[in-house]
T-cell receptor, first 116, second 115 residues
Framework: GAVVSQHPSWVICKSGTSVKIECRSL??????MFWYRQFPKQSLMLMAT?????????EQGVEKDKFLINHASLTLSTLTVTSAHPEDSSFYIC????????????FGPGTRLTVL | QQQVKQSPQSLIVQKGGISIINCAYE??????FPWYQQFPGKGPALLIA?????SEKKEGRFTISFNKSAKQFSLHIMDSQPGDSATYFC??????????????FGKGTKLSVIP
């Protein structure tokens, strides 16, 4: 299957700092990528849809100024958590479908963010 | 409308037994139903998926049963093994209207297979 990677796998930062998380499709091009957030023992909640060459589409309740998304190329999307606070601590997961006429989404391994 | 209801929340099964996880939905616009397996600290991995025009799909020990009229689908894990212990999510795909398909997930079922 298609491979999606994330970097870093975990990050610890101080409150008020910004953190960037990368999502890469390793063996396919992805015009669309998705960013999810998962709190402990909970399900995945879609935060935003990242579109190559255009602005991201954010789900209701997600602050676009806090969670900056940039889909720089057909294989890379980044999520920047700006001015992070302890309540932003979570597991962030990206996914990508391997083509325009796709069924599956392939998920990255996730990034554990801890804000102190 | 975009919800998928999953049950049970947790499940304990003896090794060699059958694990059954159920999901239900309301939105008839859903057109694809995948199941994901997630181990602690890892991203979800696609396990098996089905389209609504198919009533059953089997891959190895994993089977999806789909009842379109009842708007329900279920995952059956035959001969459950301790290595199957994980959290399982059902999902449903819909067109977002913004030019892409999106997934909505059930709340997950934590499966524990005991020796």
């Amino acid at each position: 299957g298609a491979v999606v990677s994330q970097h870093p796998s975990w990050v610890i930062c101080k409150s008020g700092t910004s953190v960037k998380i990368e999502c890469r499709s390793l063996d396919f091009q992805a015009t669309t990528m998705f960013w999810y957030r998962q709190f402990p023992k909970q399900s995945l909640m879609l935060m935003a849809t990242s579109n190559e060459g255009s602005k991201a589409t954010y789900e209701q309740g997600v602050e676009k100024d806090k969670f900056l998304i940039n889909h720089a190329s057909l294989t890379l999307s980044t999520l920047t958590v700006t001015s992070a606070h302890p309540e932003d601590s979570s597991f962030y997961i990206c996914s990508a479908p391997p083509g325009a006429y796709y069924n599956e989404q392939f998920f990255g391994p996730g990034t554990r963010l801890t804000v102190l | 409308q975009q919800q998928v209801k999953q049950s049970p929340q947790s499940l304990i099964v003896q090794k060699g037994g059958i694990s059954i996880i159920n999901c239900a939905y309301e939105n008839t616009a859903f057109d694809y139903f995948p199941w994901y397996q997630q181990f602690p600290g890892k991203g979800p991995a696609l396990l098996i998926a089905i389209r609504p025009d198919v009533s059953e799909k089997k891959e190895g020990r994993f089977t999806i049963s789909f009842n379109k009229s009842a708007k329900q689908f279920s995952l059956h894990i035959m001969d459950s093994q301790p290595g199957d212990s994980a959290t399982y999510f059902c999902a449903a795909r819909y067109h977002s209207g913004a030019g892409s398909y999106q997934l909505t997930f059930g709340k997950g079922t934590k499966l524990s297979v005991i020796p």
